[in-house]
């Protein structure tokens, strides 16, 4: 009989995560159970014990990318968290740095003394060392700057110039450059005797004596033409590159729309300066998507899940209190009706639907606006348009959905007054959440302010007091 060899299938994150949640928890169990002992040999045993657990969880992390330690740091308690963190090996520690959350990240800077910070921070490039600048103590930035050489210590005071929305502060500066009048098998020589290339290297940048960037010669054209050939014939001349003080998040959608791995970024007399590569635009994109939902839900600031109950109070406490009086607002609005719905009970079933539906629809709305804007795909000369079409969205769903609602209430109750009441109301109540959910975001712009922020709880705000007093006020008009 043949043996047949059965592969393992490949782990899951959450196979790891869950692996070291179990480790976690088996050492928590067995520190409990030798505590419990008494006897001679208690202390030896348990430190046998803690130091087993230990030892197979610092063996779990040695196996792990940096990335999926910070996955997994993001997902434990902070006891549990900082357990962890001080089993990672001190080389890793500063590439694990750069791979989680902001939030998180403070938790285990706390956690370091400055020696730790000092020799994570040696371990990066110029980039990486302007990002996680910020967040590091004076001193030991200070006391960082020191140990640099003269180009790396420029090259960071280069990127911490620029808002961290700039490509400038996102901006790589590991990168390959060649001269035009050079054959492509001199380039190979060259590349050979590099002991590797950065990542995400697409393309060599060819420049002349002055660093002034003349073309892009892609490693695929590299590799196919003959040898012989000069770079000046087979590069390519117009390639897209980026100014430093440029929108990052407008060179994050160059990079989708072009699906470039890389691109120069050049100074206004077109001398290279840097590269963005795709790793960067991707966290960005990332970070900005989660920034709107965030924002849209009135949180100021990304949240460790596990972090103290004061600072997440602090976080969303602001928005709340918006609420809280828009809320009261509304309760207001039913208050004037309160001998309407006295008289019809039903008004008190029913007017729930209309707030709750003008809700959603201008949620919708919101989204697709706001997604429209960050896409730049909102302007001036089309504002009215997509007004219209908004508009006539609402009224079409506003009459279909409130029709068929208009017949449920005339089954419920039997009126037919009742029931037109209803899909006027919802009507009304959807053209004004498709009204507002244009003109929040787009009055938030003209603030300055994301056009995401808060814009959930206002449409909210807006629908349920004007649904309410839309439908109430025809109630009493025409049934009363």
Known sequence: MTEVEVKKAPESLQDRLGQVIDLLQRQRVVEDLTHRQEGHHHDLVENLVHRQNLVELQRKLDDLHPADIAYILEALPLDDRLTVWQLVRSERDGDILLEVSDAVRQTLIADMDDHELLAAAKEMDADELAD????????????????????????????????????????????????????????????????ELPGHTDKLFVVDHDGILKGVLPIKRLLVNDPEKQ??????????????????YD????????????????????????????????DLIREESESEVLNMAGLREEEDIFASVWRSLRNRW??????????FLASRVIGLFEGSIEKLVALAALMPIVAGIGGNSGNQTITMIVRAMALDQVSPGNTARLMRKELAVSLINGLVWGGVIGVV????????????????????????AALMGVLIPMTLVRLGRDPAMGASV?????????????????????LL
């Open 132 to 195: 996680l600048a910020p967040e590091l103590p004076r001193d030991v930035v200070h006391e960082l700057m020191e140990t640099l050489d003269g180009q790396q210590r420029e090259r960071v005071r280069s990127a911490l110039s620029y808002d961290e929305e700039q490509v400038g502060a996102l901006m790589d500066f590991e990168m390959v450059t060649i001269r035009e009048d050079v054959s492509l098998e001199v380039v190979l020589r060259y590349l050979r005797r590099l002991k």
């Open 251 to 282: 060179a994050a959608q160059a990079f989708e729309r072009y699906d470039l791995v890389s691109a120069p970024v050049v100074d206004k007399s077109d001398r290279l300066i840097g590269r963005l590569t795709i790793d960067e635009m991707v």
């Open 318 to 327: 602001a928005w709340l209190a918006i609420n809280l009086v828009t809320a």
């Open 458 to 478: 206002m449409i909210t705000a807006v629908t349920d007091s004007g649904g309410f007093f839309i439908f109430l006020g025809l109630a009493t008009l025409f």
């Open 231 to 248: 770079v000046a014939d087979v590069m390519a001349t117009d390639p897209v590159s980026f100014h430093p003080d440029e929108d990052a």
């Open 409 to 432: 209430a005339f089954w419920l109750y039997g009126s037919w007054s009742l029931g037109l009441v209803m899909t006027a109301a919802m009507t009304l109540n959807l053209l004004l």
